[in-house]
């Protein structure tokens, strides 16, 4: 993976709003901008802004059904979170067996 598709990543999810975008977008699926847009007191424009950075940095992607604009999350792009994870929790634990119990609570 990497450090700079990480990077993107986390800091495309910094951002409330576009936190709450892919969240709703892992729970309902693919969704047209407006009702992307409906739940959030922001324009427009501000909408499409979010869209645009999570689009750059892989999260999500667009197509054009018919007449609307279509967004979904990109499942793979959030396994970069995922291996991220794991190899953090693999020297966290090592780390623990090295130092014993204790190091879990100090």
Request: net charge neutral; hydrophobic share 50%; proline share 6%.
């Amino acid at each position: 993976m990497a450090h700079s598709e990480l990077l993107a990543v986390f800091a495309a999810l910094s951002d409330d709003t576009r936190l709450a975008i892919v969240n709703r977008l892992l729970q309902d699926g693919e969704l047209p901008v407006g009702a992307i847009a409906a739940p959030f007191s922001v324009t427009p424009p501000a909408i499409s802004r979010h869209l645009r950075v999570l689009e750059t940095a892989g999260l999500v992607e667009r197509r054009i059904d018919r007449q609307r604009r279509m967004i979904r999350v990109r499942p793979e792009a959030l396994d970069v979170i995922s291996e991220w994870l794991g190899e953090q929790s693999g020297i966290i634990a090592g780390h623990a067996m090295d130092k014993g119990p204790m190091a879990i609570h100090a």
